[in-house]
């Protein structure tokens, strides 16, 4: 049965919804909605996420704890660059292509949340063919120790909890 309705309760609330909004019970509505409501269940059931392993959860504190401060520091060089424009120095924001060997989807996940609320730097893209992230950031002076950043401080901590 589980294979025919892969959500039970899913595909009543679906058709409770539709009854209730057609404002009908007739047998044609309750005929549709239901065709309607085991498809919208079966769209569900492939939208289902693997489930996620996490391994040392013991790491998982210091990470959050590093997250917060460096987001206070980021926020504080981001004010700095906008409020306090270097004199004569032009600052070059640019995009740094960074192979990462992590490959869990939550893991992943994690570390572009990381590092797109750090001010100063969004994930834009990931190739999952080659496994490498681009990485656009504000005040891009030595693109190595980004990949250096990203690697040793995220990505390595991150692979220790979900890998």
């Known amino acids: 049965m589980r294979y025919i309705l892969p959500h039970p309760l899913i595909v009543l609330s679906l058709l409770l919804a539709w009854l209730l909004l057609s404002e009908s019970a007739s047998p044609g509505a309750v005929l549709l909605g239901g065709v309607l409501a085991i498809a919208g269940a079966w769209a569900f059931a492939s939208l289902t996420p693997p489930r996620a392993r996490l391994r040392r959860l013991a790491a998982l504190p210091g ?13 504080n060089a981001v004010a ?5 424009p ?17 490959r869990d989807p939550y893991g992943l996940a994690a570390l572009a949340c990381i590092l797109t609320a750090t001010p100063g730097t969004v994930w834009v893209d990931y190739d999952s063919a080659d ?11 030595d693109e190595a120790e980004w990949v250096r950043i990203v690697k040793e401080k995220w990505e390595r901590r991150l692979m220790e909890i979900f890998e």
């Open 80 to 84: 700095r660059i906008i409020l306090k």
């Open 63 to 75: 990470l959050l704890r590093d997250v917060l401060v460096e987001v206070v520091r980021s926020n």
């Open 86 to 102: 270097a004199g004569g120095a032009t600052r070059r924001s640019g995009f740094v292509c960074i192979p990462l060997d992590m």
């Open 131 to 141: 496994g490498t992230m681009l990485l656009h950031v504000l005040d891009l002076v």
